[in-house]
């Protein structure tokens, strides 16, 4: 076999075509979470802790000096990371237990055992009358 049939039928999975939806999505929906925690959520959370803008939120190392840069920590855009972080992780968590959910009610549909036939329940009425 070839490295390009190989190649052919890796692609042709089904699983690899979804991974690269899913990649594709989760970035998207990163940008998204970005945009709503930098935009919308830190902004009041910076004023009821005093005006403080997290992103502006850093340790200096050393200063600049002329052409050389400052180097610092920025532990501000960290925290907004972390916010970033738990909210896809709490939008991940609710799609799993939507879809788990969703698999349990399958499962307790088809665990349900099957009306009896006319014949069965023919058959039960006459054992009924035998034995009275």
């Not at 490295?3 to 052919?8: A, Q, V, W």
């Not at 990163?30 to 997290?54: E, Y």
């Not at 600049?64 to 610092?72: L, T």
């Not at 709490?90 to 307790?108: D, W």
């Amino acid at each position: 076999m070839s490295l390009i049939s190989e190649f052919k039928e890796f692609i042709n999975r089904g699983n690899v075509i979804d991974l690269a939806v899913g990649v594709i999505i989760g970035g998207a929906f990163g940008k998204i979470t970005a945009s709503l925690v930098d935009n919308i959520l830190m902004p009041p959370i910076g004023i009821v802790l005093g005006g403080v803008h997290f992103k502006d939120l850093k340790i200096i190392l050393k200063e600049k000096v002329g052409e050389a840069n400052e180097i610092s920590i920025n532990y501000g855009m960290f925290m907004q990371s972390i916010v970033d972080f738990l909210i896809i992780a709490f939008v991940i968590f609710m799609v799993v237990k939507f879809v788990n959910s969703m698999k349990r009610k399958e499962e307790a549909v088809a665990v349900a055992p099957p009306a009896p036939s006319t014949q069965e329940i023919l058959l039960t009425e006459i054992r009924d009358l035998l034995k009275k």
